[in-house]
Every structure is written in C-alpha cells, then in structure tokens.
C-alpha cells in the first residue's frame, strides 16, 4: 500500500466497518514514514481482512525470554541459525553413523554416551526447525496443539542435550579419578535413565499445567507487540512462563557449564602434570627433533581441549552473554547452531586416533593416557 508521495505504508490501526447502508468495508489505516511491508501479507476471507507476517526465530530465544534486538539483527540472526541448523542435523546423522561404527569396533562406554548426546542434537536441532517453521504457518494471536506439542519436544529436546552433556563430564569425572576401576552394574541404563528420563518428567510436567504454546519477543523498533520473533516453545500467554525458562534454560545449563568446567580444568591440570617432568628432561638435549615434536604434541592438547569442550557444551555458558551485549547473541548463535557439526568434527578426530593407534607400534604414552582417561570405558 503507498501513499500520494509514493512512500510504503503500514497499517498501524486497523479498524474494520461494516456498513449496512451501502454494504461497503470501511478501514482505517495510517501512513507512517518509510515503515516497509516486507514480509507481510493481507487476505481477505469474506468480509474479513487477515494480516499475517513471516516471524522469524533464533537460537537465543531459547535461553533469554527477555530477549530484544531490532528488526535487522533479528533477521540476520534468524539465518545464521536456520542454516547452522539443518548444519547440525545432517552432519549428527554422519556422526550417529561413524559412532556407530566405531562401537562395533572397539566397544566403549564414552562412544555410546556419544551416541545418545548425538542423538539429543539432531532432535533439538530439528525440532527448532519444526517449531519456527510452523509457527510461520500460524496467523497472528493463533495457537494450536501441534505448535504446543512442538515446544513440548523442543522443551525436552534442550533439557535431553544438557543432561546428556552434564553426563558426559560426570563420565570424565569417574574416568580422572578411578581411572581403569570403573565398574557400575548397568552403568549405560542408569545414565539413560537419567539423561532421557529427567528431562520427560520435567516436560510432562510443564505440558500438564499448560506451559507451550506460542512464544513472541517484541522487538526493539516494532509498535507491534506481535510483530517479533515467534516460536512455539514456552508460551508467552502463561503467567509463570518467564520462571520455567529461567529455571530450565538457564539455571540448568549454567550448574552443567561450571561443573563441566571444573572437569576439563581438571583434564588441563592432569595433562601439564605429564609434561612438566617430560619437558625438564628434554630440554637439555636441544634438539631440533624434540622441539618439533612439543609443537606437535602442543597443537594436539589444544585441539583436545577444544573437542572436549564441544563434548562438554561450554558453549551454552555463552547464555549469559545474551544479556549483555548483542555481539555476545551473535557468538551464542553461531557456536551453539553448530553443535551438530562440532560433534561431527570431534567423531573424525576419535576416527583418525583408532586409526592411528592401529597403524602405529609406537605411542606416545602422555597423550595416550590422557585421551582414555578422557574417553575410553
């Protein structure tokens, strides 16, 4: 719709009249500056005119009810995670496969944790998807069963990941501490029942008192309330909603990031106790050999502890970073949308090491225990 000066309007008050008179439609509308249509469509259904608007949904939505950026950022954000995504789900069903395949192998308990964090992912992963892609298919102030049993499944979905990678570091913790005297009768079955069971009770319990349905967060320069990013997920009509996000997208995540912290801290210290003596009784040899092989050795500890902090999700402590400053939502995005491709890239690592652990006779004895202490049953 223009006005005379050519420029794009948007209808800010929209009030229909129905005359009886001359059985014509009156609205009224207003023409406010260069406000843009874009992404808007109106219909008309009998006597009925319905606008709908294309709302889009990102990554940090689900971490900060209170979140607020404007109209662009929300945009550009909305793409990144829509394409780091369906990233994640199409490269966690190469990681199931290859995890898969190294269980058959070489069965490990730290592989079939993976397997079920891998798991956790492509669900969470594509049940955003699904949520932000039906919600588009909603009109405005519209909810339905399918949206509320969507941000049930992305509810659990989110809370799957964090158990299973909360679970991962309690394996690292048994693993550092008890090292090879590690044996719990159905060990495998009572982390399931932990990492899939907590997080269904915990959705159930939300579905009961009608927490999911439609989730909006009005943006920085939009008059309308509605006109934000919109999802289905913790329903933003429920009076409590804000505690539960608080609570289970919040709370949980930051207890599993310092614990899980605390465990790779404790992988750092273990490896710098193993080099220290190695690295006084080469040094006095001064040899080129030995130099390269450190710098080698160092790069490989570096892309150790940044695997593991993939495996142990420290990217979710980067929520807080959504309060404070908008790079900060940006990093959150970006990192945690392509989770499913960290943990693709952390499965060929561990291909390329029982590759390596085949072919050579000889190992390096350091970085070999810390990798079962880290990884193997």
């Known amino acids: 719709m223009y006005n005379e000066a050519g420029r794009i309007c948007r209808i800010s008050v929209f009030l229909l009249l129905n005359s009886k008179v001359n ?16 992404g808007c469509t109106t219909s008309q259904n009998g006597t009925d005119f319905i606008c709908s608007c294309d709302h889009l949904s990102f990554f940090a939505v689900l971490v900060n009810p209170k979140l607020s950026v404007d109209k662009a950022h929300s945009r550009n954000l909305s793409y990144i995670t829509y394409i780091g995504s369906a990233l994640s789900v199409f490269f ?23 397997m079920h964090l891998t798991g956790a992912l492509f669900c969470l992963h594509l049940s955003f998807l699904l949520c932000s892609f039906w919600v588009w298919m909603l009109k405005d102030k519209e909810e339905d069963g399918v949206c509320r049993i969507l941000g049930l499944v ?25 090292v090879f005297n590690i044996y719990v009768r159905r060990y495998l079955l009572k982390l399931s ?13 939300c579905a009961i008192f009608g927490v999911y349905g439609k989730h909006s967060l009005k943006l920085k320069d939009a008059e309308n309330q509605d006109s934000g990013s919109q999802i289905c997920w913790i329903s933003s009509q429920f009076q409590h909603g804000p505690v539960v996000s608080y609570i289970t997208t919040m709370a949980f995540p930051c207890l599993v990031v310092v614990c899980n912290s605390c465990m790779l801290g ?8 193993i080099r220290r003596p190695l690295q006084y009784s080469e040094s006095s040899s001064g040899c080129k050999k030995i130099e390269k092989e450190k710098r080698i050795r160092l790069w490989k500890d570096c892309a150790m502890v940044l695997g593991l902090s993939c495996v142990l999700g420290l990217a979710w402590g ?6 404070i400053s908008l790079p900060g939502i940006y990093i959150f995005t970006v990192l945690n949308s ?26 390096d004895r350091s970085s070999q225990n810390v990798m079962m202490t880290s990884f193997n049953n």
């Open 23 to 38: 059985s014509q439609i009156s609205f009224l509308f207003c023409c406010v500056g260069n406000w843009s249509t874009e």
């Open 92 to 114: 966690t069903v190469i990681s199931f496969i290859i995890y898969i395949c190294l269980q058959s192998r070489r069965p490990e308990k730290a592989i079939s944790l993976h």
């Open 154 to 178: 992305l509810h659990w979905s989110l809370l799957a990941t964090l158990s299973w990678t909360a679970l991962e570091g309690f394996h690292l913790y048994l693993l550092l501490i008890r």
């Open 193 to 205: 029942l932990v990492g899939w069971g907590l997080p269904t009770v915990t959705a159930v319990i």
């Open 266 to 273: 404790l992988v750092v210290y273990k490896l710098q106790a």
């Open 318 to 323: 980067l929520a807080t970073t959504t309060y």
């Open 338 to 363: 392509l989770q499913g491709l960290f943990m693709f890239l952390w499965s060929m690592a561990l291909v390329c090491k029982s590759q390596s652990d085949n072919n050579s006779s000889i190992r």
